[in-house]
């Protein structure tokens, strides 16, 4: 059977697959159309297969708030460059899209869905297909959800997706006002990374695993002084942990007259009402995972051999 040019651009773009491989896929099924998926499906889930080993630490995080609640996506690549590609972004909006829609209890449910531009794929399948299409390695690592809960969720992304951040709030009041100092609040998140909301979510457990650390710090510095002077030293340095650790302890940014909890009393007298933060979520992309370093024209030279 021949195979046309309107046949290889109707297999293209319901597999994302490059052109050759397209053609190579028809004239092998003998232009079957639905073989041709399958066979290409194959094909990408092997390539993938073969990548899988690879490290990947780049990526994008993405956010996306739609009426009632709010979702942030984590998806890594090898590389940056790849992250700055239109393809791989126009990706992790639709996993941003599909994590909207989950019901998924954990990662494993979730790459286990329907990928819902074309149910007959897996989320998984559909991530497959994308890597040998993107030629890199790919990996959706997280995501969450917040609701807005009786007040709102607000969004904000730095460097162009390298960190992102949910900010969820209880008001009784939301307007403009009140979404610009929960921008302003999630800003100061993305900077200056707290660990809690407030003191009240720090775990005893916590607390005296840091105490105990400050103690032998302190003894090791101070190891003359007496155990009651070096109490009150610990108790002084655990408090300046706290202010960094706890986002309403911080110092505002934009203010460092005032604290972020001060900051929110400020804005709450100016609209009327409380403003009340409940939770954030703050991603950093590759935040924890093992970096590739190699020299780039290394890399290049490995591609031109291969």
């Given at each position: 059977?021949?195979?046309?040019?309107?046949m290889?651009?109707?297999?293209r773009?319901?597999?994302?697959?490059?052109?050759m491989?397209?053609?190579?896929?028809?004239?092998?099924?003998?232009?079957?159309?639905?073989?041709?998926?399958?066979?290409?499906?194959?094909?990408?889930?092997?390539?993938?297969?073969?990548?899988?080993?690879?490290?990947?630490a780049?990526?994008?995080?993405?956010t996306?708030?739609?009426?009632?609640?709010?979702?942030?996506?984590?998806?890594?690549?090898?590389?940056?460059?790849?992250?700055?590609?239109?393809?791989?972004?126009?990706?992790?909006?639709?996993?941003?899209a599909?994590?909207?829609?989950?019901?998924?209890?954990?990662?494993?449910?979730?790459?286990?869905?329907?990928?819902?531009l074309?149910?007959?794929?897996?989320?998984?399948?559909?991530l497959?297909?994308?890597?040998?299409v993107?030629?890199?390695?790919?990996?959706?690592?997280?995501?969450?959800?917040?609701a807005t809960?009786?007040?709102?969720?607000v969004?904000?992304?730095?460097?162009?997706?390298?960190i992102?951040?949910?900010?969820?709030?209880?008001?009784?009041?939301?307007?403009?006002?009140?979404?610009?100092?929960?921008?302003?609040?999630?800003?100061?998140?993305?900077?200056?990374?707290?660990?809690?909301?407030?003191?009240?979510?720090?775990?005893?457990?916590?607390?005296?695993?840091?105490?105990?650390?400050?103690?032998?710090?302190?003894?090791?510095?101070?190891?003359?002084?007496?155990?009651?002077?070096?109490?009150?030293?610990?108790?002084?340095?655990?408090?300046?942990?706290?202010?960094?650790?706890?986002?309403?302890?911080?110092?505002?940014?934009?203010?460092?007259?005032?604290t972020?909890?001060?900051?929110?009393?400020?804005?709450?007298?100016?609209?009327?009402?409380?403003?009340?933060?409940?939770?954030f979520?703050?991603?950093?992309?590759?935040?924890?995972?093992?970096?590739?370093?190699?020299?780039?024209?290394e890399?290049?030279?490995?591609?031109?051999?291969?």
């Amino acid at each position: 059977m021949a195979i046309t040019a309107s046949m290889v651009k109707e297999l293209r773009e319901q597999t994302g697959a490059g052109m050759m491989d397209c053609k190579k896929a028809l004239t092998a099924v003998d232009g079957d159309m639905e073989k041709a998926v399958e066979f290409l499906r194959e094909k990408g889930l092997a390539a993938a297969a073969k990548k899988a080993g690879r490290i990947a630490a780049e990526g994008l995080v993405k956010t996306l708030v739609q009426d009632d609640q709010a979702v942030i996506v984590e998806v890594n690549s090898e590389t940056d460059f790849v992250a700055k590609n239109a393809d791989f972004q126009n990706y992790v909006a639709e996993v941003a899209a599909q994590a909207m829609q989950s019901q998924a209890a954990d990662m494993d449910a979730f790459m286990a869905e329907p990928w819902h531009l074309d149910t007959s794929l897996t989320v998984a399948q559909a991530l497959s297909s994308k890597i040998a299409v993107i030629g890199e390695n790919l990996s959706i690592r997280r995501y969450e959800k917040l609701a807005t809960d009786g007040g709102c969720v607000v969004d904000y992304i730095h460097g162009g997706g390298r960190i992102g951040v949910l900010v969820q709030a209880e008001t009784e009041v939301v307007n403009d006002e009140v979404k610009e100092a929960l921008k302003n609040v999630a800003m100061q998140i993305a900077a200056m990374k707290p660990q809690y909301v407030s003191r009240d979510e720090v775990s005893e457990e916590f607390l005296a695993k840091e105490k105990e650390i400050l103690m032998t710090q302190a003894k090791n510095e101070n190891p003359n002084k007496p155990a009651n002077i070096l109490e009150k030293m610990i108790i002084g340095r655990l408090n300046k942990e706290m202010k960094e650790f706890c986002l309403l302890d911080q110092p505002y940014v934009k203010d460092s007259d005032l604290t972020v909890a001060k900051y929110l009393q400020k804005v709450s007298k100016e609209v009327g009402a409380t403003v009340t933060l409940k939770k954030f979520v703050r991603y950093e992309t590759g935040e924890g995972l093992q970096k590739k370093e190699e020299n780039f024209a290394e890399e290049v030279a490995k591609q031109m051999e291969g």
